[in-house]
């Protein structure tokens, strides 16, 4: 970024480089607070979610291939059915997305030195770091949770699974919840308070507006779940009575509760990949986003309805008409916020210059799988037809379209589009075409013959079928086409890996990319620009002239900051400088509260409730040597 | 920088104010508590859902064998948590104006008088969980979820008070100014809570 590097400039970066350096080796990761270390931690945590979560499937394929497959038993298939709808959904998807894309790019995009909270950001990440941990400890215990994703009581109930598997479940989502609640409140504030000034809201780029939609709906939608899951965890374990109708409790209390959370989620899940596509299509058509205000408000919009449409989940269960009808007809309201987007999408592309490079091609496969996807949705949304496939690999394919068409695509595309940002190298373009194409083929493969064998009957869930019922064939192209998926996915990994170390240099801007983070180095300095930008449009880095008077700044000193470890503040509106935030350094108390929060969970697990209550106590001591830091302290 | 026209506020940007200078937004440690208080609200939203879903899934509220909640004494304790609002505010705008004893002694009045009503609320909560155990029915479930939550709540406000109160001991920093403005927006939240939570249990004597 500095082009005219002059003597004052290079000593005010070298002062910047003192402030903001962190210690090397194990210990600097463990006490991090620097978003974009943060970033790669859940970045690499989540990808090893996502592994298990693929082998877990890949086994449930391998059981399913024929009729009577004897490779599982009915046990460990409802074990492995539950974890990897948990793991990709709470393990992988979210935190890939938000603590992975979101803590690494959102301060970038918005021209801060880091997140409002860096602490409270670095908690979020060894919290939910444990909470897998602890999740995934039930697998090696053979109790893993087996009753769904959705965990229906009464199946949930300690009758009917006496063991701990639902108890891992229950407590490990609230413990998840918490980091993404933490995670979720950093990001609005980092939203509202630090963008660079001149980013007033309607500059702020797209992602960012798809990060805010999906931080508000954690706030807002997380809570139902936790409440849920503190409801289960009482009738299970202190015979309190929520779900059972003897004691004038109802299991429909659970399914209301859960999908209250539940459909927001799908929207947080679906969101993020929202925001990538949307940083993505403009860099490789030449072009702003077309009806950028109209896909902002979208992006917030999907995220608002979303919150009004819990009891679609809930057709086939004996609802009074007039409520069907009701969330049936605000189900169909999805679409008018989807079709805006799609329609942004497409058309930006096409009045643009585009240049299908692989991030393009997955932007391209996201948006053919959320538009069948998305199809599949609105049939849903017409009760009767809702009522015939409830329960069937119709509603499997409609949302493996969706959450893994349509959500995991993006994220794949962005690994390729940010992969110089982070390393400072390129990856192999010709194999990175090659990825897509096989992913692409491996998904259309794996989920289309699921809406064939949803009509012809065959239910969810079950672990294996007869012979007779023809299902064979189609069951074995999925299979094989998950295979091909998986290579896919395989090599995508492999290229990154091998483009890590033997890539190209790209230098700071490869793709001629419009948001701020192409403005400076890659990878990125510990303090992310040598001097704060300042904006005034929506892709601050097409304003050329306005970054070389950055470059300028330097020189005299200007918004450079190096007095302190400082970012500054500006109004929430207009983005008009505030003040000067000084901001808390590495830490070792997010992970010292983050164990001590873990070990809370483990004893409430083993029911030793007085133990668990010490390191309650532990972990308040912690949150006051924590603040008794204080960051502002001249 | 009010004073400045709007064209020249980002050209002018490197006269930042310091850190510690009056801001024209509220400070990011405010924000994150109303962020905060924002998710605990809807969790007291689920709650109170959840006690009107369990009610009229009843045909009888309380059931047979539990009487309907006395309304005196429950009313008399919430008017006198709420009534903390005043000197934990006070506490607020003396610490502002640089009073800071003032603030502290007026805080720990506030803190004396909720913690009295913890003390007498948990006292309250182990005598009708002899009464009606949260393990006879959906009715005591709820009750003692609803107001558990609620208490706990109190204890938490507690536990910041209190720190609040150690850590400006020794002087006043922004830091601390903003952990006390924060705490009395946390304080204004459980009693407005308060309000709320006694007024759904009463709900079922009406």
């Not at chain 1, 607070?33 to 943060?38: A, F, G, S, V």
């Not at chain 1, 959705?150 to 006496?162: E, G, M, R, S, W």
């Not at chain 1, 995670?183 to 630090?194: H, P, R, W, Y």
């Not at chain 2, 003692?144 to 209190?162: K, M, N, P, Q, R």
Request: glycine share 8%; hydrophobic share 50%; charged share 10%.
């Amino acid at each position: 970024m500095a082009t005219t590097v002059t003597e004052p400039g290079l000593e005010r970066v070298g002062r910047l480089e003192r402030i903001w350096s962190e210690p090397r080796g194990a210990l600097g990761w463990l006490i991090t607070t620097d978003h974009k270390r943060i970033g790669l931690l859940y970045f690499f945590t989540t990808l090893a979610f996502f592994g298990a979560g693929g082998i877990e499937a890949l086994l449930m394929r391998t059981q399913l291939a024929q009729p009577n497959e004897k490779l599982l038993s009915p046990e460990t298939y409802d074990q492995l059915m539950t974890m990897h709808g948990v793991t990709m959904i709470f393990l992988f998807v979210i935190p890939m997305t938000t603590g992975a894309f979101g803590n690494y790019l959102l301060p970038l995009m918005i021209g801060a030195r880091d997140m409002a909270f860096p602490r409270l950001n670095a908690l979020s990440y060894w919290l939910f770091l444990a909470s897998g941990l602890f999740m995934y400890a039930s697998v090696f215990m053979h109790t893993a949770p087996n009753a769904g994703w959705f965990d229906y009581v009464p199946l949930a109930l300690k009758q009917y699974d006496p063991g701990r598997n639902i108890d891992y479940y229950a407590l490990g989502l609230i413990f998840n919840g918490v980091a993404s609640t933490a995670a979720a409140l950093n990001f609005i504030v980092t939203i509202f308070k630090l963008r660079a000034p001149g980013m007033s809201l309607n500059r702020m780029p797209l992602f960012c507006f798809a990060m805010l939609a999906v931080s508000l709906s954690l706030i807002f939608a997380l809570p139902s779940l936790t409440i849920d899951l503190v409801y289960l965890e009482l009738q299970r374990n202190v015979g309190f009575h929520f779900f059972d109708v003897a004691h004038g409790g109802s299991p429909f209390l659970w399914q209301h509760l859960f999908w209250l959370f539940g459909h927001p989620e799908v929207y947080i899940i679906i969101l993020p990949a929202f925001g990538i596509a949307t940083s993505i299509i403009p860099t490789f058509s030449r072009r702003h986003m077309i009806a950028f205000p109209l896909v902002a408000l979208a992006e917030l919009l999907v995220a608002f309805i979303g919150f009004g449409v819990w009891a679609h989940h809930m057709f086939a269960t004996g609802l009074p008409t007039i409520t069907l009808v009701f969330f049936a007809a605000a189900s169909m309201m999805v679409v008018i916020p989807s079709t805006i987007q799609v329609f942004a999408w497409t058309v930006t592309v096409a009045l643009g210059r585009p240049e299908f490079r692989a991030p393009l091609l997955f932007i391209g496969g996201f948006i053919v799988f959320f538009v069948l996807g998305g199809l599949s949705g609105i049939m849903f949304a017409a009760i009767p037809f809702d009522q015939a496939t409830t329960d069937t690999y119709f509603v499997v394919a409609h949302f493996h379209f969706i959450i893994f068409g349509a959500a995991v695509f993006p994220i794949l595309g962005g690994m390729y589009y940010w992969f110089p940002k982070v390393t400072g190298r390129l990856y192999h373009e010709g194999l990175a075409k090659l990825s897509f194409w096989l992913a692409f083929v491996g998904t259309a493969l794996t989920f289309f013959p699921m809406h064939i064998l949803g009509l012809l009957g065959m239910t969810r869930r079950v672990y294996t079928y007869p012979a007779s019922l023809g299902w064979g064939s189609y069951n074995l192209s999925e299979t094989i086409g998950a295979f091909i998926l998986t290579a896919g996915l395989l090599l995508i990994f492999a290229n990154l890996l091998y483009s890590r170390f033997r890539g190209p240099a790209s230098g700071p801007d490869p793709f001629f990319g419009g948001t701020l983070e192409w403005a400076t180095s890659s990878p990125p300095p510990p303090y992310n620009f040598p001097v704060i930008p300042t904006v005034r449009s929506a892709y601050p880095n097409w304003d050329r002239d306005e970054r070389r008077r950055d470059a300028e700044r330097l020189a005299r000193g200007e918004l450079v900051l190096d007095e302190g470890h400082e970012t500054p503040a500006t109004t929430v509106r207009d983005a008009f400088p505030d003040e000067i935030l000084e901001m808390p350094g590495e830490s070792f108390w997010p992970p010292v509260l983050a164990l001590m929060t873990a070990m809370l969970f483990v004893m409430l697990l083993a029911h030793h409730y007085a133990v668990a209550g010490i390191f309650a106590a532990l972990a308040l001591a912690t949150l006051g040597a924590w603040h008794a830091q204080e960051p502002q302290a001249e | 920088m009010s004073a400045l026209p709007r064209s020249a506020r980002t050209s002018a940007a490197a006269r930042l104010p310091r850190a510690g200078q009056p801001r024209a937004a509220l400070p990011n440690g405010w924000w994150g508590t109303a962020v905060f208080i924002a998710t605990e609200a809807t969790l007291f939203g689920t709650l109170i859902g959840t006690y009107y879903f369990l009610r009229f899934n009843s045909l009888h509220w309380p059931p047979p064998g539990i009487s309907a909640p006395k309304p005196t004494l429950p009313l008399v304790l919430t008017g006198l948590l709420v009534a903390t609002s005043a000197p934990v505010q006070f506490a607020v705008s003396a610490a502002g104006r640089g009073r800071l004893s003032a603030a502290r002694v007026s805080l720990l009045v506030a803190l004396v008088v909720q913690a009295g009503y913890l003390a007498m609320q948990l006292h309250l909560f182990s005598h009708d969980a002899h009464e009606f155990p949260p393990s006879g029915s959906s009715y005591a479930s709820i009750y003692f979820t609803l107001l558990g939550a609620h208490h706990l709540h109190v204890l938490i406000g507690l536990l910041l008070s209190g720190w609040v109160l150690l850590r400006t001991a020794t002087g006043l920093t922004p830091y601390r100014m903003t952990g006390l403005r924060v705490t009395a927006f946390y304080w204004h939240f459980i009693n407005v809570l308060a309000l709320v939570v006694v007024g759904t249990q009463l709900s079922a004597s009406v």
